[in-house]
């Protein structure tokens, strides 16, 4: 199967501590689509790796979003935090994403589905104990649907936010890659 790679990142994106939406990439991450880059059945394979933590007191959640320009593309929505106090965690994010719709305006989307895994996921065991390592189907606690809608006509440049809803965590990306699966 022929692919391409998209985008990567070989460096830490910036430690995030704040609970506002921000990037989570390195600056030199940025890449730009060309217009009419997407078309129907145009699969990307996009991973992420990291470390994230969080307190007992307000765990919070992690949420994790795709940007097209200034549209949330694919969003794991919101995902509940562990009520156990985890330091310096690894996660791992996996997603499939599938062009379903391209055009001007809001015509074009994606469909997303994937996996979030880490220890800091609510409900998830110590590792020493087994099974780990824990973790969600995202998008989280809901069936797939498209996500919003964007202009496909337009270059797009692609970003990758976080938000969490407690400033009480950090979340870290250490490596990130997106790659087309197809032609």
């Known amino acids: ?15 995030k501590t704040a609970n506002a ?9 940025a890449v730009t689509l060309p217009a009419g880059y997407w078309q129907i059945g145009r699969m990307w394979r996009m991973v992420a790796t990291g470390r994230i933590s969080c307190v007992i007191s ?15 593309a694919f969003d794991t929505l ?18 499939l994403l599938t062009c379903r719709a391209v055009g001007s305006g809001t015509s ?13 996921c609510i409900a998830t065991v110590v ?7 824990g973790g969600v189907l995202v998008p989280f606690d809901t069936a797939p649907v498209v996500g919003t809608g964007f202009d496909s006509t337009a270059a797009l440049t692609v970003g990758f936010q976080h938000t969490q809803t407690a400033s009480t965590g950090s979340f870290t990306v ?9 032609p």
Request: with cysteine; glycine share 8%; net charge negative.
């Open 108 to 120: 074009a989307n994606l469909i997303g589905q994937g996996k979030f895994l880490s220890e800091a």
């Open 1 to 15: 199967m022929p692919h391409q790679m998209i985008m990567q990142s070989y460096s830490d994106g910036p430690t």
């Open 174 to 182: 250490h490596q990130f890659l997106i790659e087309q699966l197809n």
């Open 127 to 133: 590792a020493a104990t087994g099974p780990g390592p």
């Open 21 to 29: 939406i921000a990037t989570v990439l390195p600056s030199y991450c």
């Open 78 to 95: 919101a995902i509940p935090l562990n009520i156990i106090a985890k330091t310096d965690e690894a996660w791992y994010l996996e997603v």
């Open 58 to 72: 307000t765990p919070g959640t992690c949420r994790l979003s795709l940007l097209l320009g200034a549209v949330v």
